[in-house]
Nanobody, 118 residues
Framework: QVQLVESGGGLVQPGGSLRLSCVAS????????MGWYRQAPGKQRELVANAATSSAITNYKDSVKGRFTISRDNAKNTVYLQMNSLKPEDTAVYYCNAGNAYLAQNYWGQGTQVTVSS
């Protein structure tokens, strides 16, 4: 079975940093667009950032541009989200996603909690 396992969440103060990791098994992420989504209590899940199979093509939610960076290491089947200058409104459960529209495949991780609070 395909698995995406996130790690790196936690509690940080405003202005702090975290790096999230997502390790995939039983797929080669080189064939997938990899993304990070988040869901805050009472809100819809939203795209934070994604990276196409070409690592040069990335997309970010406007409110995180300049603060967050998505990167991928295809050899390690791992995608990262570096989060800097964190704000309370970044508090959410963050989910890793792997998608390939051509193959009609879409996979999700279990999520990792990020809490930004003083």
């Amino acid at each position: 079975q395909v698995q995406l396992v996130e790690s790196g969440g936690g509690l940080v103060q405003p202005g702090g940093s975290l790096r999230l990791s997502c390790v995939a098994s039983r797929i080669s992420i080189s064939m997938y667009t990899m993304g990070w989504y988040r869901q805050a209590p009472g809100k819809q899940r939203e795209l934070v950032a994604n990276a196409a199979t070409s690592s040069a093509i990335t997309n970010y939610k406007d409110s995180v541009k300049g603060r967050f960076t998505i990167s991928r290491d295809n050899a390690k089947n791992t995608v990262y989200l570096q989060m800097n200058s964190l704000k309370p409104e970044d508090t959410a459960v963050y989910y890793c996603n792997a998608g390939n529209a051509y193959l009609a495949q879409n996979y999700w991780g279990q999520g990792t909690q990020v809490t930004v609070s003083s």
